[in-house]
């Protein structure tokens, strides 16, 4: 196994990769130092594990909204033509059911988060 050596957030770490893996790791570094560089330079927040969880949850939250618009491409049917178009601002019904359980989800981890900021 390769080791890099990679600077997030000004420290230096020494991570492991597999062979061939290299870019993606660095492009994973990058992602994670733009989020916590992002978060620190807001200024609210400046303890680093903080920082790190912070970012954790932000890119953590990305991943699921591409996973979960992937997954409903992929089991979504084309309409027929003369179906009309939802109109602008419209959801479905899995949408609207999802919308209080992810608010009521944002608001747990505001409020664990106190002080220090919110997450979104």
Not at 11 to 36: F, I, N, T
Not at 50 to 56: K, Q
Not at 74 to 87: D, F, I, L, V
């Amino acid at each position: 196994m390769k080791q890099l050596d990679v600077q997030i957030m000004g420290q230096s770490y020494l991570l492991g990769c597999p062979e061939g893996g290299e870019a993606r790791l660095l492009d994973a570094v990058e992602k994670v130092d733009a989020a916590m560089c992002k978060i620190r330079d807001a200024g609210k927040i400046k303890a680093r594990d903080r920082i790190a969880v912070l970012a954790a949850l932000n890119l953590a939250f990305e991943l699921s909204e591409l996973e979960a618009n992937a997954l409903k491409a992929a089991h979504s049917t084309p309409a027929p033509a003369a179906a009309p178009a939802r109109s602008n601002g419209a959801v479905s019904a899995a949408e609207a059911a999802a919308q209080p359980q992810l608010a009521a989800l944002l608001q747990r981890l505001d409020n664990a988060l106190g002080v220090d900021g919110r997450l979104l």
